[in-house]
């Protein structure tokens, strides 16, 4: 059979990207040998003009011939293979994106369905936590309760939570900053005033590290409970544990956040 009804039966046959790749590899070899072997036959031509008979030159013309149209066939083969695999190529992604789009929707099918299933549990899961929460909330007014009223020769009873904040800011010596002040000792503080007659500049004591007359803490414990966000569907008798944001500790005032910048403990 020859390379035209190869390539007939292969169109009719199949069309698969990997039998076309191997069929152009198939042609583009034998493509590669009848162009050998025809500038082979070129380059022996002169010597044939020269020493040959009509006939060996007539012979070694046809095979020369034959060289090149095998030649000429094979790349137009390959030109309509090339057309056929690109054809292919276009096809086989086509289907790869649908069968990729299917699966993404049978995905998705899926995902809705443990969503639902999800959500239910979230539900029953999160009332059984709120009853937990109510219980830990009990325990800790019990203790409140008792710390308040200790017996006598009691000590307090200490807390079941792990206290997570930081102790206030330690004591440290009051350094020295310079201020300035008028004639007569009025403190204008530690930028130099303009237009100011008569300063006077003294180095004196500055603040310590604690914030004086609040004693907060640098960073104040959060209770656990400040810290539960729960749907309103776990249905709490006071909404206590979904209503977090206002369990938050009380934010400093101005006055107190300025001495903290101040002391480098804000920005």
Same mark, same amino acid.
């Given at each position: 059979?020859?390379?035209?009804?190869?390539?007939?039966?292969?169109?009719?046959?199949?069309?698969?990207?990997?039998?076309?790749? /191997? =069929?152009? +590899?198939?042609?583009?070899? @034998?493509?590669?040998? $009848?162009? %050998? &072997? *025809?500038? #082979? !036959?070129?380059?022996?031509?002169?010597?044939?003009?020269?020493?040959?008979?009509?006939?060996?030159?007539?012979?070694?013309?046809?095979?020369?011939?034959?060289?090149?149209?095998?030649?000429?066939?094979?790349?137009?083969?390959?030109?309509?293979?090339?057309?056929?695999?690109?054809?292919?190529?276009?096809?086989?992604?086509?289907?790869?994106?649908? /069968? =990729?789009? +299917?699966?993404?929707?049978? @995905?998705?099918?899926? $995902?809705? %369905? &443990? *969503?639902? #299933? !999800?959500?239910?549990?979230?539900?029953?899961?999160?009332?059984?936590?709120?009853?937990?929460?109510?219980?830990?909330?009990?325990?800790?007014?019990?203790?409140?309760?008792?710390?308040?009223?200790?017996?006598?020769?009691?000590?307090?009873?200490?807390?079941?939570?792990?206290?997570?904040?930081?102790?206030?800011?330690?004591?440290?010596?009051?350094?020295?900053?310079?201020?300035?002040?008028?004639?007569?000792?009025?403190?204008?503080?530690?930028?130099?005033?303009?237009?100011?007659?008569?300063?006077?500049?003294?180095?004196?004591?500055?603040?310590?590290?604690?914030?004086?007359?609040?004693?907060?803490?640098?960073?104040?414990?959060?209770?656990?409970?400040?810290?539960?966000?729960?749907?309103?569907?776990?249905?709490?008798?006071?909404?206590?544990?979904?209503?977090?944001?206002?369990?938050?500790?009380?934010?400093?005032?101005?006055?107190?956040?300025?001495?903290?910048?101040?002391?480098?403990?804000?920005?």
């Amino acid at each position: 059979m020859g390379l035209l009804g190869k390539f007939t039966m292969l169109r009719a046959e199949t069309s698969a990207l990997d039998a076309i790749n /191997a =069929e152009v +590899a198939r042609i583009e070899a @034998a493509r590669a040998v $009848a162009d %050998a &072997e *025809g500038l #082979r !036959l070129e380059s022996l031509r002169p010597d044939v003009l020269l020493t040959g008979s009509n006939d060996e030159l007539r012979q070694h013309d046809e095979a020369a011939g034959r060289c090149r149209r095998e030649v000429e066939q094979a790349t137009a083969r390959l030109d309509a293979m090339a057309r056929e695999r690109s054809a292919r190529e276009t096809l086989d992604t086509e289907q790869r994106d649908m /069968a =990729e789009r +299917a699966a993404l929707y049978d @995905a998705a099918v899926k $995902a809705r %369905a &443990e *969503g639902k #299933r !999800l959500l239910a549990d979230y539900e029953k899961g999160s009332k059984a936590l709120a009853a937990t929460l109510d219980r830990i909330a009990a325990a800790s007014q019990a203790i409140g309760r008792a710390n308040d009223r200790l017996p006598d020769g009691k000590a307090e009873v200490e807390h079941f939570e792990l206290n997570n904040g930081r102790a206030a800011v330690s004591d440290s010596p009051a350094p020295m900053i310079r201020k300035w002040f008028t004639a007569d000792g009025h403190d204008l503080g530690t930028s130099r005033p303009m237009g100011v007659p008569g300063l006077v500049s003294r180095m004196v004591k500055g603040y310590g590290g604690t914030i004086p007359g609040t004693g907060r803490p640098a960073e104040p414990h959060v209770p656990l409970l400040s810290r539960i966000a729960l749907p309103r569907s776990a249905d709490l008798s006071d909404g206590y544990h979904w209503r977090g944001s206002e369990a938050k500790p009380k934010p400093a005032t101005a006055d107190e956040l300025a001495i903290l910048r101040y002391h480098g403990l804000r920005t």
